[in-house]
């Protein structure tokens, strides 16, 4: 049996599709699961408006507030879902 090219790309884009939405890409994954956390004291991650670039200095877990560095040294923290709302993983 031939497959043509279209035929091929159209396979490629489902098993695409497929994988992507299995994939959890959030910074908490299995919200569950206290040990897939991947944002951990070191991480390090941008505000969208500022841009300026934050270290992760304390997570506990997705209930918690996350504790970031600022670039001069001085710590503050945020809410989980303002953290999920303004800041990337860089």
């Known amino acids: 049996m031939k497959i043509t090219q279209r035929q091929l790309r159209q396979i490629i884009r489902e ?7 299995e994939l959890d890409l959030s910074p ?3 919200q569950q699961d206290k040990s897939k ?3 951990v004291p070191g991480t390090k991650v941008r505000h969208e408006k500022t841009r300026l670039l934050y270290t992760v200095d304390d997570v506990e877990s997705d209930s918690e507030p996350v504790d970031l560095e600022q670039p001069d040294g001085e710590i ?3 809410t989980i879902n303002q953290f999920k ?4 993983l860089d």
């Open 28 to 30: 908490f994954p299995g």
């Open 15 to 21: 098993e695409l599709s497929k994988s992507l939405t």
């Open 76 to 78: 503050f923290s945020v």
């Open 37 to 39: 956390l991947i944002v």
């Open 85 to 88: 709302k303004e800041y990337d």
